[in-house]
């Protein structure tokens, strides 16, 4: 099993207001074992090696997909706005969700959404 590092900001934690929600953390771990073991760099140095999600990314996707509703079952986040610079593999992060929702998602909610700014 892929182990991802919890990430705690500073201040208001939203991860300690569980209230209604359990952290299913294999849930989680197959999607980033998904990204480490099926997906590669498409370009630049790093081409053709596995994508290796940094610890901030690990905490990003596992709680992304391992918060479940305890009633449901159901994830508890649906939707993401990542915004972070230039150079974070925000493209391979991207096309790993959708590829996730593509193969692993529930059939019955098929939309991803992915847009950018522009200078």
Known sequence: MTKWIDYKPGGYDPFLQSDGYYLD??????????????????????????????????????????????KTGLRRYQELLLLVPRKNAKSLLGAGLALTELIMGDPNTPEIMIGSGDR
């Open 25 to 70: 953390r294999a849930a989680g771990e197959k999607v980033i074992g998904f990204f480490e073991n099926c997906l590669s760099h498409v370009r630049g140095p790093m081409k053709g090696k596995p994508f290796k999600l940094d610890p901030w990314l690990k905490a990003v996707v596992g709680h992304l997909y391992g918060w479940k509703s305890d």
